[in-house]
Structure formats: structure tokens, C-alpha cells
């Protein structure tokens, strides 16, 4: 009789320590299911997020200027020289431009970790209109490709010297930091970092400062 209780006992604990085994062994699977499928889904929403910032930033301006070009040839003549000059409007389309196809990254799914290694730099573009008036020349110094190369070479000098001056380029860096604040606010919803030059980038105010123009 004491035996036969014995058993039962055993049988019961037996049966209890087998279920809690099964209910252990049960979760410890299911979560890391889970766990797994929640990275698997961050990751797909990053690089999704990514792909959408992947694009052609461009900003426009306009500048305007006008310059005289001179020219003087001169003779085995004291005081007699062959001259040639021209005014010049310049009419110039400038594009300030980021291939943010070229945005490369790390995904660390483990530490929740969004890292940017390299940010496109700008490719600032020059389109000019060159206008001339009051030409003038000689026959011994015409005006020829070779002067109007120069007088181009001239403008796009001028013009990128407007565009220092000006606010196109902080108005394309502006833009710029906008297309990076997304993955910024993205990361940040998700409970992830995003990491820029060895550094956590906490808000706008950072990637501003990192980004150089």
C-alpha cells in the first residue's frame, strides 16, 4: 500500500516536472520565434526607409553678372597694339546636387544599430548663357574659340564664387539633413540607434553638425 502511494507520488511529480519542461522548452522556442521575426521585420522596415531616401536631391538657383573681356596684342611698335574687347551677360543655372543613391550603411540587427558610412558629398553644376555686346576687334586680333573658351572658363569662376557667397548651398545642405532626419525619426520609433562618424546621432541638431558642406 505504502509502495503503490509512493509510485503515485512520483508519477505526479514526474508528470508535473515533465510538463513544466515542455512548458520552458515551449516558450524559450516561441519567443525567439518571435524575437526573430521582429528583427527580420525591423531590418525590412530600415532598408525600406532607405530606399525611399535613395533619390536625387537636387536644389536650383539662378545667378547673374556681367563682365568685359579685354585682349591686346601687341606690335614691334611702341605704342600701336591690336586690341579686342567685349561685354559680357552671363546668365547662369546652378544645381546643387546629392546622389543619395550613394548613401551606404550598416544594419546591426543584434544591438538595434543603424550605422551611416559615407554620405554623398554635393556635385555643385554650372550651366551659363553668355551674352556679348559692343564687340570689338581687328582683323589682326579677332575674336576666336579659343577667346570664348576663356571668357566661359572666366564666368564659371565668377558664378562659383556667388554660389560661396550665397545661401544655395546651406538651403541644399538644409534639404539634405531633411532626407536623413527620416531615417533619424524612423530609427528612433523602433527603438534602434543611428550612428554616424563613430558617434549616436540623438536629433537633427547632430547631423547638422556632422554634415559638411
Same mark, same amino acid.
Given at each position: 500500500?505504502?509502495?503503490?502511494? =509512493? ?6 511529480? &514526474? ?11 515551449? $516558450?524559450?522556442?516561441?519567443?525567439? +520565434?518571435? @524575437? ?32 568685359? $573681356? ?11 597694339? &591690336?586690341?579686342? +574687347? ?20 550598416? /544594419? ?16 555643385? =553644376? ?15 586680333? !579677332? ?10 572658363? /572666366?564666368? +564659371? ?13 546651406? @538651403?541644399? +545642405?538644409?534639404?539634405?539633413?531633411? !532626407?536623413?532626419?527620416?531615417?533619424? /525619426? ?28
Amino acid at each position: 500500500m505504502a509502495y503503490t502511494s =509512493k509510485l503515485a507520488e512520483f508519477r505526479k511529480w &514526474f508528470t508535473i516536472l515533465l510538463l513544466a519542461l515542455v512548458l520552458f522548452f515551449g $516558450y524559450q522556442y516561441f519567443s525567439k +520565434k518571435d @524575437n526573430s521575426s521582429t528583427i527580420e521585420y525591423d531590418t525590412a522596415l530600415i532598408q525600406s526607409q532607405i530606399k525611399n531616401v535613395a533619390k536625387l536631391v537636387v536644389t536650383e538657383g539662378h545667378f547673374s553678372e556681367v563682365l568685359t $573681356y579685354k585682349d591686346q596684342r601687341k606690335t614691334y611698335i611702341p605704342g600701336l597694339t &591690336f586690341d579686342k +574687347k567685349a561685354l559680357v551677360v552671363v546668365n547662369a543655372e546652378v544645381t546643387v546636387a546629392f546622389d543619395m543613391s550613394q548613401l551606404t550603411y550598416d /544594419i546591426d540587427a543584434e544591438n538595434k544599430t543603424l550605422t551611416l558610412t559615407n554620405i554623398p558629398e554635393e556635385e555643385i =553644376k554650372i550651366y551659363p548663357e553668355l551674352k556679348y555686346y559692343d564687340v570689338e576687334s581687328s582683323r589682326f586680333n !579677332e575674336f576666336t574659340g579659343s577667346d570664348y573658351n576663356k571668357v566661359a572658363k /572666366i564666368a +564659371k569662376a565668377n558664378i562659383a564664387k556667388k554660389i560661396e557667397k550665397s545661401t544655395l548651398k546651406s @538651403n541644399a +545642405k538644409n534639404r539634405l539633413i531633411s !532626407e536623413l532626419s527620416k531615417l533619424l /525619426i524612423v530609427t528612433k520609433s523602433m527603438g534602434w540607434k543611428l550612428e554616424y562618424q563613430g558617434k549616436i546621432v540623438e536629433n537633427e541638431s547632430d547631423l547638422t553638425q556632422k554634415v559638411k558642406l
